[in-house]
């Protein structure tokens, strides 16, 4: 007789931008680990598969392991998750490394349980209820979530993407400015509209901005 498939536990509210990121303690390829005490005083990627030994997620997990160096760049971390033991983790891992030459050299949670997966809305039934979607989710010093990307199973994601919409988090902390349509590092921003008349008027006098009128203006950023 087959045995019951696991149902998503829906106790928990799927969490929004602005949210608290939930916590958690969970065992990892880097042993338990908390969520609030990995991530402190760092940006988080937290980005989940559907499963071990599977083609679309070897590509995607080596791709976060090639280019872990820009997130280090950009004090972000990483951390996977799919709902296996943490025994198809590490074989896994090894299997990539010993294939590839690619070590996946960030914790991948191991989350039987499916509390995790459960707590950020990873496990979506209409797409599949024991495995979860591939999301990710953009989490500040702060432990605020920030932005959210949720793809199905048959689709890879995009690791230029992951790395653009995270220097666009950064930098319009940094310097309270706003990204066009397709922004890139180095590219010029948009500067926040006018709140009043006044701050209208002051606009349209400001020849040190490149306006299209006084609510859509750019400006290049003087990094340091």
């Not at 809305?121 to 500040?140: H, K, L, S, Y």
Request: aromatic letters at 10%; one cysteine or more.
């Amino acid at each position: 007789m087959e045995a019951p498939q696991s149902q998503p536990n829906t106790a928990y509210a799927m969490p929004r931008i602005g949210d608290t990121a939930p916590d958690f303690e969970a065992v990892t390829t880097f042993g338990t680990l908390k969520l609030s005490d990995y991530a402190k005083d760092s940006w988080l990627v937290l980005f989940s598969h559907p499963a071990d030994f599977t083609p679309v997620c070897t590509t995607e997990m080596s791709g976060f392991a090639e280019r872990k160096p820009e997130f280090d760049a950009r004090n972000t971390k990483l951390m996977g998750l799919s709902i296996d033991s943490v025994h198809a983790h590490l074989a896994w891992v090894n299997n990539v490394r010993e294939k590839t030459g690619v070590y996946f050299d960030f914790p991948i949670i191991a989350d039987l349980d499916m509390n995790v997966s459960n707590r950020y809305g990873m496990v979506q039934p209409n797409e599949a209820t024991t495995a979860a979607v591939r999301a990710v989710f953009f989490i500040d010093p702060a432990q605020k979530i920030r932005l959210i990307m949720y793809y199905p199973l048959n689709v890879g994601r995009n690791m230029d993407e992951i790395l653009r919409v995270l220097d666009a988090l950064q930098t319009s902390d940094k310097h309270g400015v706003a990204m066009p349509l397709n922004w890139k590092k180095g590219e010029k921003v948009i500067v926040p509209p006018p709140k009043t008349a006044d701050e209208m008027n002051a606009r349209i006098a400001d020849d040190s901005v490149e306006k299209v009128d006084f609510y859509l203006a750019r400006k290049e950023l003087q990094e340091a």
